[in-house]
């Protein structure tokens, strides 16, 4: 069945940093993938998103590729800050039908140090 | 647009009592999707419904779940009797229902069975 594999956490980085946060994806056919951030008492919210192969999302200094090949959408952010600490979430919706249920990751949790 | 919107946003009670949480989708939005979160067993989905049908109940705990959409702007999702196992943070998010649309979360009932 569709199921997503994400890099364990917590994940903790000095201000400025690189970022990579890995996801690995099965599924049926070529579903949009997404990510979606998690701050500290609040529900999740998109981050990005990508509807097909070799598409890169892109939000708030964050990207991700759509990588078919490798079935890989990888967190990028070149220079992290501590705003940015929070539970992030890869995600795809599962099946074919237009009434999918959407499959989460795990998670991981990043910690910017100042 | 106001979001999803859930009430309350804390619960505490007593075991054996009768807990209700609510949920109002985004307007025009078709599908309703009941997440659990605990620092355990992480994000759980419980139920979803498309066009106020129930779709997929295979993650509803057991009978003591229970869920009901009576409109495309209200849902609940009823627990009886409470258990303090059921402690977590719920929550509910809604979407326009096709593949490519992201989930758009509510801030979460935060509830504690005592």
């Known amino acids: 069945g569709d199921s997503v594999t994400q890099m364990e956490g917590p994940v903790t980085l000095s201000e400025e940093a690189f970022l990579t946060i890995n996801c690995t994806y099965t599924?049926?056919?070529?579903?949009?993938l997404f990510w979606y951030v998690q701050y500290p008492g609040e529900g999740l919210q998109l981050l990005l998103k990508?509807?097909?192969?070799?598409d890169k999302g892109s939000n708030k200094g964050f990207e991700a590729t759509y990588r078919k090949e490798t079935t890989s959408f990888h967190l990028e952010k070149g220079s992290v800050q501590v705003s940015d600490s929070a539970v992030y979430f890869c995600?795809?919706?599962?099946?074919?039908?237009?009434?999918?249920?959407?499959?989460f990751g795990s998670g991981t949790r990043l910690s910017i140090r100042p | 647009d106001a979001g999803v919107i859930q009430s309350p946003r804390h619960e505490v009670t007593e075991m054996g009592q009768e807990v209700t949480l609510r949920c109002k989708p985004i307007s025009g939005h078709n599908s309703l999707f009941w997440y659990r979160q605990t620092m355990m067993r992480g994000l759980e989905l419980l139920i979803y419904?498309?066009?106020?049908?129930?779709?997929?109940d295979s993650g509803m705990p057991e009978d003591r779940f229970s869920a009901k959409m009576p409109n495309a702007s209200f849902s609940t999702l009823k627990i009886q009797p409470s258990e303090p196992r059921d402690s977590a943070v719920y929550f509910c998010?809604?979407?326009?229902?096709?593949?490519?649309?992201?989930?758009?979360f509510g801030n979460g009932t935060r509830l504690t069975v005592t």
């Open positions: 599924a049926t056919g070529y579903p949009s």
């Open positions: 990508a509807t097909k192969a070799d």
């Open positions: 419904f498309n066009n106020n049908v129930p779709i997929d």
């Open positions: 995600a795809l919706p599962s099946g074919y039908s237009s009434a999918s249920k959407i499959i």
């Open positions: 998010a809604s979407s326009l229902g096709d593949r490519a649309s992201p989930l758009h």
